[in-house]
Nanobody, 112 residues
């Protein structure tokens, strides 16, 4: 089981990024999938989750209304669309499968 994140980078406040989480060794429709983030000096924070069926999504209050988690079963990939980014969104973002299998993370920097 492996998940690999990509799509991070530098974006200005108010901008958008889409993170991708490519899965291998399992199908993303088999597990619930989550995104977490960790900023320097801060504890790891749960961001969003999508159920195995894809019918249920949940978000941390800090990102609700700005971030969207989705899944493409054909590509075996989970996404995190991030809009209206704020400096406090800057962190390393991690994709997690079934709450167990973590990726290496992708850096998101929000700065002008």
């Amino acid at each position: 089981v492996q998940v690999v994140e990509s799509g991070g980078g530098l974006v200005q406040p108010g901008g958008s990024l889409r993170l991708s989480c490519a899965a291998s060794g399992f199908t993303v429709s088999s597990y619930f999938m989550s995104w977490y983030r960790q900023a320097p000096g801060k504890e790891r924070e749960w961001v969003a989750r999508i159920s195995s069926s894809g019918g249920t999504t949940n978000y941390a209050n800090s990102v609700k209304g700005r971030f969207t988690i989705s899944r493409d079963n054909a590509k075996n990939t989970v996404y995190l669309q991030m809009n209206s980014l704020k400096p406090e969104d800057a962190a390393v973002y991690y994709c997690v499968a079934r709450g167990t299998y973590w990726g290496q993370g992708t850096q998101v920097t929000v700065s002008s």
